[in-house]
């Protein structure tokens, strides 16, 4: 298991990347990464635009995981 400093860095550290894309929607990019982090699930649902599939996508990207969108 890992340390609560060793999890603190890695969240600032992915946080800090996923900033350097998405602008003006830390609370949203905190949420999905506490989300992840607890092993659970996430809905992003708002108004075209706001970059959620951005967020997601470069979440991804960071950490060299896939991406797959659900249309409905």
Same mark, same amino acid.
Do not use: W
């Given at each position: @298991? *890992?340390? /609560?400093? &060793?999890?603190? $860095?890695?969240?600032?550290?992915?946080? $800090?990347?996923?900033? $350097?894309?998405?602008?003006?929607?830390?609370?949203? @990019? $905190?949420?999905?990464?506490?989300?992840?982090?607890?092993?659970?699930? !996430?809905? =992003?649902? *708002?108004?075209?635009?706001? !970059? %959620? &599939? /951005?967020?997601? %996508?470069?979440?991804?990207?960071? @950490?060299?995981?896939?991406? =797959?969108?659900?249309?409905?």
């Amino acid at each position: @298991m *890992s340390s /609560l400093t &060793t999890i603190g $860095k890695d969240f600032q550290d992915v946080f $800090k990347e996923l900033g $350097k894309v998405v602008v003006g929607q830390q609370e949203v @990019m $905190k949420q999905v990464l506490v989300a992840i982090m607890c092993n659970g699930n !996430a809905l =992003l649902e *708002s108004v075209p635009g706001l !970059a %959620k &599939t /951005l967020t997601i %996508k470069t979440l991804a990207e960071i @950490m060299e995981d896939r991406f =797959l969108q659900i249309l409905y």
